[in-house]
């Protein structure tokens, strides 16, 4: 018992440390995600082809927000070890990087959504006869179009709070994200449903509010950071040239790149797994919405303490620290699984509640309450497998993330959700307890590479 206390449970100490970088993650992401739902049961109130046209494009969107969480936690591997090192042009150099390479993933997906938006729309549209398949495409093109505004500050903030956190600053990066989203829930309300003397925009208000809140966001994070340029050292000069040198460059395209093509691969995946389920109608699509919507409330716990590993185990990778750091990680492995074993009981109990809240069919409701209590179910297994993602990356294993995650999605995922939608007579919810189940299979492939301690590397000591 001593034995496994010591191997798996840290000292009050590391706790502190661990939440004092895993809170304001948590907290931040947390009320995004609250006021997200709030978003959400707003636009139901709209109605259920509102809600499904919603959804699609955020869909959609959400593949161009994490094929720019790729291309930032490519570069992110060299920062958080550059400022263990006390490498402060190194943490400069990442940061153009970042710069330079996300505002043309932007420009490239703003061309794709402007020129193919609607035909990716019509791919998860079904006339099943519960729904009106016009009127939710037209909504969802009338709210995509705002939202393509929203897409450049979107970029610049993940940029600048990204390389914050690298170096060690959780907190404004967290204000910036609270402030902005009760920026986003405010408008909404007057936005909507034309509160107080507002115009009545429906969800064109709420994509003109999520817009107003990207830019909010984006104006706090960077003017702290350049009035603040004694305590973030990095952005000193980091304007002057974009001369990035080349050895950099090289390894972080090496490293990061298959970090890139991972994030982008796996998140188009998630949009085809939808697209499979959709095959079962706008009832399946609303129900989706709103269990995600819910579960993401939820799943801050272990996506936050994913991010704390990245932070403090890159920094003591960076420090030369290895020993140290694969403790480190086994217990904030253990620790994250705990806790979601604790969360998804408390999910599941819940689930019922909230899709009442919404304005919509009472089949809805009960597809969307049974989806929640299947995710609630696998948290702990996310809890593990997400971990494990985040220790391999921090210790540069880009390769085998893009093996362990996007590709088995493609060749796992997809393939049963595609020939259960197709070729089955099987509801929602067998496909997609099935879908989630052969998750298993992941979560076995990562323990046995972090038990191999393949990850323990210091990438930046000759830097």
Not at 8 to 35: E, R, S, W
Not at 218 to 224: D, K, Q, R
Request: charged content about 10%.
């Amino acid at each position: 018992m001593s034995n496994f206390k010591q191997r798996f449970i840290g000292d009050k100490a590391f706790y502190k440390m661990i939440l004092l970088i895993a809170f304001p993650i948590l907290i931040q992401n947390g009320i995004t995600n609250f006021v997200s739902l709030l978003d959400n049961i707003m636009v139901g109130q709209l109605g259920t082809e509102q809600m499904s046209g919603v959804a699609i494009v955020n869909q959609l969107i959400n593949v161009f927000n994490i094929c720019i969480f790729g291309a930032v936690s490519g570069a992110s591997i060299f920062s958080a070890q550059f400022f263990g090192q006390g490498n402060h042009e190194g943490v400069r150099n990442t940061f153009r990087f970042k710069l330079v390479c996300c505002v043309l993933i932007t420009g490239i997906w703003i061309a794709i959504f402007l020129a193919g938006g609607s035909e990716l729309m019509m791919l998860f549209l079904h006339d099943t006869g519960s729904g009106d398949v016009a009127m939710t495409h037209d909504a969802g093109m009338n709210y995509l179009y705002v939202m393509l505004i929203g897409l450049l500050p979107y970029t610049f903030t993940q940029i600048y709070a990204s390389t914050l956190r690298e170096t060690g600053e959780t907190i404004l990066p967290m204000i910036a994200g609270i402030i902005a989203v009760l920026v986003n829930l405010c408008f909404n309300y007057l936005l909507i449903f034309g509160s107080f003397g507002f115009p009545n925009w429906g969800i064109v208000g709420a994509a003109v509010a999520t817009v107003l809140s990207r830019f909010c966001e984006m104006g706090i994070v960077i003017v702290w950071t350049h009035m603040n340029r004694e305590r973030n050292i990095f952005i000193q000069g980091v304007y002057r040239h974009f001369k990035i040198p080349g050895n950099l460059v090289g390894q972080i395209i090496r490293k990061g790149m298959p970090l890139l093509a991972n994030e982008t691969l796996w998140s188009a995946g998630q949009a085809v797994l939808v697209q499979c389920y959709s095959l079962r109608g706008l009832n399946a699509v609303a129900a989706l919405n709103i269990s995600t919507t819910v579960s993401n409330l939820f799943n801050v716990v272990f996506i936050a303490l994913g991010s704390a590993i990245s932070i403090v185990v890159g920094q003591q990778l960076g420090a030369g620290e290895l020993e140290k750091a694969a403790d480190t990680d086994r217990k904030m492995i253990f620790f994250s699984v705990m806790s979601c074993f604790v969360v998804g009981a408390v999910l599941f109990l819940v689930a019922p509640a909230f899709p009442k809240i919404y304005n919509t069919s009472e089949e809805v409701r009960r597809l969307a309450a049974n989806l929640i209590r299947i995710a609630s179910m696998f948290m702990p297994l996310y809890a593990f497998y997400h971990a494990s993602y985040f220790t391999l990356r921090t210790g540069g294993k880009t390769g085998i993330t893009f093996l362990f995650d996007s590709c088995y999605v493609w060749v796992v995922n997809i393939p049963v959700a595609f020939a259960l939608s197709r070729f089955t007579g099987l509801d929602l919810i067998a496909i997609y307890f099935a879908c989630q189940s052969v998750e298993v299979v992941k979560a076995v492939v990562g323990f046995v590479l972090l038990k191999k301690g393949v990850w323990i590397h210091n990438m930046v000591e000759k830097m």
